[in-house]
């Protein structure tokens, strides 16, 4: 394998359109800064009707993105440039993830990897024998497991599903397009993300609870997939799916930020959210819900708040003063832009290629 340039084969979920999943912004991230540092990146994409219509980067610059009909598309078009690859990287949420991987592995005959962006989630649909993309006898055949998760779920990889090598790579956020810029307060506090079952509970009681206990502040979630049915605030506003290039608008329109993390991510703990990224890469204060590690990414009080209730919510809001909270979320800022941008995981993609060329 070339040291200076490699030839890389991503199958992902999606890299077009950010629609309802947060593994498109990951990445063009990660893919722009690979190819940044000189690697020639075919990025494979499962061509889907929900994607199709809402393609907010349909040809990203900085790679050849091709789209596929089906699992024989992209057999028939694809076998050479996997075969001939240094490196194949598979996402989690592929459609047919399962075929899919397995044919990448028979086929390409240099370094294969796992990428699971979803990885609590992918861990608790093996217990429950749901093997939408990933199936327990693929983990020991790709190379490497690279997990959106770090901490105890590396070492059960390895001993529990055999992965030769389970190494974290967190999601990421581009300097480039998340950073403080002036703009009008539009409200106290806002969440972003897609609509979950597991979700909405603490996203009524830290959030929606503390709306309603404090009629004079203004509050705001955004995303797709809520239910008609949901009874939003009277001091709420509710906006469906913001495309990536407003969320920096967004962030810096809130005085705080409410982070919410799925229930399979708080039982593995150590799975940040992209979100957290670019949330304080705006210097947008974060208050969150709690999970083991969440400490590791960011120190509590000083550069995250953690909310276990709506009182805890309306405290933050209402009693931290102004030069405090600029200092919140200019230390979770400085965080992460030395250790969470996308051209951090491209280096650490290099190095783990390389331990595993070491080690081979």
């Known amino acids: 394998m070339k040291q200076d340039s490699w030839n890389i084969v991503i199958l992902g979920l999606s890299i077009t359109s950010s629609w309802g999943n947060g593994h498109a912004t990951t990445f063009r991230g990660l893919v722009r800064e690979l190819a940044n540092r000189g690697h020639k990146i075919l990025f494979l994409e499962r061509d889907v009707p929900w994607y199709a219509s809402s393609r907010d980067l349909p040809n990203p610059g900085y790679c050849d993105t091709q789209l596929y009909s089906s699992l024989a598309d992209l057999q028939a078009r694809f076998t050479e440039p996997i075969r001939e690859a240094d490196f194949v990287m598979v996402g989690s949420y592929v459609p047919e993830g399962v075929m899919v991987g397995q044919w990448a592995i028979n086929t390409a005959r240099g370094i294969k990897a796992f990428y699971d962006i979803d990885t609590p989630v992918t861990l608790a649909k093996l217990e429950r024998a749901d093997y939408e993309y990933l199936h327990p006898n693929l983990i020991p055949q790709y190379d490497l497991y690279l997990s959106f998760t770090g901490g105890p779920t590396l070492h059960l990889l390895e001993q529990k599903y055999g992965s030769p090598k389970a190494r974290p790579l ?12 002036p703009q009008e307060l539009k409200w106290d506090l806002g969440y972003l993300g897609t609509y979950s079952d597991d979700r909405q509970p603490p996203l009524e009681k830290l959030m929606l609870d503390a709306a309603r206990q404090w009629p004079a502040g203004k509050f705001v979630v ?72 969440l400490d590791s990414v960011f120190s509590f009080d000083t550069e995250i708040l953690v909310s276990y209730s709506a009182t805890d919510t309306l405290r933050f809001l209402r009693e931290i003063s102004e030069a405090e909270r600029l200092a919140v979320g200019e230390k979770a800022r400085q965080k992460v832009l030395k250790q969470h941008t996308a051209a951090h995981r491209a280096l650490e993609v290099e190095q783990y290629i390389r331990e595993y060329k070491v080690l081979a």
């Not at 967190?170 to 810029?181: A, I, K, N, T, V």
């Open 222 to 293: 955004a995303g797709p997939q809520y239910p008609a049915t949901i009874q939003w605030p009277a001091n709420t506003q509710y906006i469906h799916h913001l495309p990536p290039a407003e969320h920096r608008q967004f962030y810096n329109s809130q005085r705080f930020t409410q982070n919410i993390t799925r229930q399979d991510m708080i039982k593995a703990g150590y799975s940040p959210s992209v979100r957290l990224f670019e949330a304080a890469a705006c210097g947008t204060p974060i208050i969150s819900d709690y999970w083991d590690g």
């Open 170 to 181: 967190y999601c990421s956020f581009d300097p480039e397009l998340y950073f403080p810029e």
